[in-house]
C-alpha cells in the first residue's frame, strides 16, 4: 500500500510564500515523476508543476517564475516553493505520484490535499 501525506498549506496575504511538502511511503519499488496539481472552487483540478526521475521540470505557465518544485529523492518526498502568491492561487493542492510497487506495475496516486488560501 501506498500514501502520500501533504502539508504545508494555510492562509497568506497577497505577495506571500508558503512552501507544501509531500512524502511517499509504503511498498515502494521505483517512482516515476512526482508532481503537484490543484483545484479551484468551480474548476477542474490542474497541473501546477512535475519533476520526473531523472528528467527536468515541467511548470504551469501560470505558476512560472513564481513556483519551483524540487524533490529529496532520499526520502521519497517532493516540495513546491510558492512565492509572489496570488489571491488566484487559491486552491486545495494535491500531490500525485507515478510509481511502481513491483517490476511489472504502474499506477498513479494521490494525497488528500492541503488547502491554500492567498487573501488580505
Known amino acids: 500500500q501506498v500514501q502520500l501525506v501533504e502539508s504545508g498549506g494555510g492562509l497568506v496575504q497577497p505577495g506571500g510564500s508558503l512552501r507544501l511538502s509531500c512524502t511517499a511511503s509504503?511498498?515502494?519499488?521505483?517512482?516515476?515523476?512526482l508532481g503537484w496539481y490543484r483545484q479551484a472552487p468551480g474548476r477542474q483540478r490542474e497541473l501546477v508543476a512535475i519533476?520526473?526521475?531523472?528528467?527536468?521540470?515541467n511548470d504551469a505557465d501560470s505558476v512560472k517564475g513564481r513556483f519551483t518544485i524540487s524533490r529529496d529523492n532520499a526520502k521519497n518526498t517532493v516540495y513546491l516553493q510558492m512565492n509572489s502568491l496570488k489571491p488566484e492561487d487559491t486552491a486545495v493542492y494535491y500531490c500525485?505520484?507515478?510509481?511502481?510497487?513491483?517490476?511489472?506495475?504502474?499506477?498513479?496516486?494521490w494525497g488528500q490535499g492541503t488547502q491554500v488560501t492567498v487573501s488580505s
Open positions: 519533476k520526473p526521475s531523472g528528467g527536468s521540470t
Open positions: 500525485n505520484a507515478d510509481l511502481s510497487t513491483a517490476w511489472n506495475n504502474r499506477n498513479f496516486y
Open positions: 509504503g511498498s515502494i519499488f521505483s517512482i516515476l515523476a
